[in-house]
């Protein structure tokens, strides 16, 4: 049935709709947002969380509002949380290249590689030039054993901006995997010239050259790699190149310092016994053999080192 002009104005009205007469505030919502992400910013997740609520309450389709959500609940340790917040967001916008990068991120954390990767297709499709995206998946295809995958995602990040020191490190430790020692190599030279303190790249330069059976340049990368950043994993490795070189007692504090660190950690356990065992029978000490950079093997004042001789022990 028509509506009846209003009486005397000559105007149609029509019933209000409660369903759909409400209109949410943008002064409250940006006021409520803005709210979220200072007090997220304190450290205060639950004052961000309950003002987000306020947000969501007057924009349940607000996709930037589910995304700090999602971000902090994954920060606070609740990761299905994080996962549902990320999710509600690309219901909401399915553009969203946040909302994307935010769910292949808890999806990593939850171990679920295969929907991660597929996530960082989604994100890809919508931007082809994200160098995280393609490094981070590159990271996924790694983990997966797809080895040629992954190099052929840094090189495209690699493309996109050539003096990334992630890209250099992930394309060489794929190389690494497929058996390609100075490929990788290179890479990971690469890495540290683009930047010197990049860990996991001085990191993999040990496993390179603990693989090689260089235990000495392996135990230079491991303590160059620790002054950056301790971990137990890497004076396990250490402890492993100090023991290629029998010297049992600098194997010993690795492995105990590995252990200090993570007393769970069942391979450090079982080396040091050995390294215990091979301190009764040997036990060399070589001195400090690492130049810290100065020289290199054939520059000038290389062969006046006085301790070129100890260098030569450990350094083919």
Sequence with gaps: ??????????????????????????????????????????????????????????????????????????????????????????????????????????????????????????????????????????????????YRGAIACNEKALSLRPESAAAWNNKGAALLRLGDAPGAARCFDEALHFDPDFFDAMANRMYLYEQQGRHGEAVLWADRALRIREAAWLWYAKGLAHLGLLESTLAVRSFERALTIDPNLAEAKAALGRAREMREKVDFYRGVYECFGTHLVGDPGCAECEIRPRCQEVTP
């Design 1 to 146: 049935m028509r509506p009846s002009p209003e009486a005397g104005g000559g105007r149609l009205t029509f019933p209000p709709d409660q369903t759909r007469r409400f209109l949410p505030s943008v002064d409250r919502l940006e006021a409520a947002m803005h709210a979220a992400r200072n007090a997220f910013e304190r450290g205060n997740a639950d004052g961000a969380l309950g003002q987000l609520a306020v947000a969501l309450k007057l924009k349940p389709q607000y996709d930037a509002a589910w995304i700090l959500r999602g971000r902090i609940l994954r920060k606070t340790g609740d990761r299905e949380g994080a996962l549902d917040s990320f999710a509600q967001a690309l219901k909401a916008n399915g553009e969203s290249k946040e909302g994307w990068m935010g769910l292949a991120s808890v999806l990593h954390d939850l171990g679920r590689t295969q929907e991660e990767a597929e996530a960082y297709d989604r994100m890809l499709a919508l931007d082809p030039r994200s160098v995280e995206a393609w490094i981070d998946k590159g990271a996924v295809l790694h983990e997966l054993k797809d």
